[in-house]
């Protein structure tokens, strides 16, 4: 009955929503925004991705606002974890999972890199990039008995991740006079790997700093120091 | 079926089954479930809006041969989903520990016997 009267009310909701979404019909083609990203982003910033384009510089102010909401609800989790710490991993992980944690994490740790490093070329980034690493360290975690080595360094590596996106983009403001301003760095050829400004750089800021929040929220669920 | 279509229905029917799941659920861990299945449909409801059938990836390569503006989706919807799904990792994983938290200093993960702040 409950689960009933839940479904009418999320039905009515949804059907809400549909006709809202419906009553803009069909797209016809890109919007005026849209449109100027897909004939300039190539030539004003030279990448060829225009979605890495769009998210690292031209809204690269939102992703900066982005990244300290990830911060936030980062900080939040260790915080909770560090006051009312879950205690030791009660069960011991199987052979599987300790063989596979010696093996994977370098050939994740790689995949990951290379998505970070061309996120102006094909579909990837920082975001994905990170999430990928950050999974290195789940598969650590899941396999580990005490504290890890590499949580204390989590904290550093997110600092000066998020030091370094801003201070590329007041570099662009002192040299250019336009926050993130993408010409600050060579344009290249694009479509080459050292190409697009600072796209790339933004984008490995982006990248160690998602590792290492995700990272340190894995931290803290598992294996971190906290107070035992 | 057009993968318009096919990408609007689920995104409704991710949409539906995250919120019933969150009014209806009793577990603390089932209802945080819920809101990443409704957080995931609206992610694919915001794809859904730069979705141009017939065009390909926002990626300006040798294989797009016309104009770029005539030939790719709309790549800011893309841009916003990719920030919106880590902002939905970030929230559920607070969300994880909050509910917890809570299980252990209530000593039960059912919200029917959490009656702390009802009146």
Redesign the interface.
């Known amino acids: 009955m409950?689960?009933f009267i839940?479904?009418l009310?999320?039905?009515y909701?949804?059907f809400f929503?549909?006709a809202a979404?419906e009553s803009?019909g069909?797209?016809q083609?890109?919007?005026r925004?849209?449109?100027h990203?897909?004939?300039e982003?190539?030539e004003e910033v030279g990448a060829?991705?225009?979605?890495t384009?769009?998210?690292v510089t031209y809204?690269g102010l939102?992703?900066l606002g982005?990244v300290s909401?990830?911060f936030t609800?980062?900080s939040?989790?260790i915080l909770?974890?560090s006051v009312?710490p879950?205690g030791k991993p009660a069960n011991k992980p199987s052979s599987i999972v300790l063989l596979t944690m010696k093996v994977l994490p370098g050939p994740i740790l790689l995949f990951g890199g290379y998505i970070i490093a061309h996120g102006h070329?094909?579909?990837g980034?920082g975001?994905?990039g990170g999430?990928v690493v950050a999974s290195a360290a789940l598969l650590v975690l899941l396999g580990c008995t005490q504290e890890v080595g590499f949580a204390k360094w989590l904290t550093f590596a997110e600092s000066m991740a998020g030091f370094s996106f801003a201070m590329l983009g007041f570099w662009g403001l002192l040299k250019l006079g336009q926050f993130l301003n993408n010409s600050v760095l060579f344009l290249g050829i694009?479509?080459q790997l050292l190409s697009a400004g600072i796209i790339p750089l933004i984008s490995a800021a982006i990248g160690v700093k998602?590792a290492s929040?995700?990272s340190g929220?894995l931290v803290a669920?598992r294996c971190g120091g906290g107070k035992e | 079926m057009s993968l318009s279509l096919v990408l609007l229905l689920s995104s409704m029917g991710l949409l539906l089954t995250g919120l019933v799941g969150i009014m209806a659920k009793k577990h603390l861990l089932r209802i945080a479930l819920a809101f990443t299945l409704a957080s995931t449909g609206v992610n694919i409801l915001l794809v859904w809006t730069g979705y141009l059938a017939g065009r390909k990836a926002p990626i300006i390569d040798a294989s797009i041969e016309e104009i770029a503006t005539v030939a790719v989706v709309d790549p800011v919807p893309q841009a916003l989903v990719l920030t919106s799904i880590v902002i939905g990792v970030a929230v559920s994983a607070l969300l994880v520990v909050v509910a917890v938290l809570t299980s252990r200093e209530l000593g039960t993960a059912d919200v029917r016997r959490m009656r702390n702040l009802k009146w």
């Not at chain 1, 060829?48 to 979605?51: A, C, D, E």
């Open positions: 409950r689960t839940a479904f009310l999320a039905l909701l949804v929503a549909a979404f803009f069909e797209p083609g890109l919007g925004i849209a449109e990203y897909a004939a982003g190539f060829i991705n225009l979605v384009a769009v998210v809204r939102d992703t982005e909401v990830l609800a980062a939040a989790v909770l974890l009312f879950l070329l094909t579909p980034g975001f994905p999430a694009p479509g998602v929040e995700l929220i669920y």
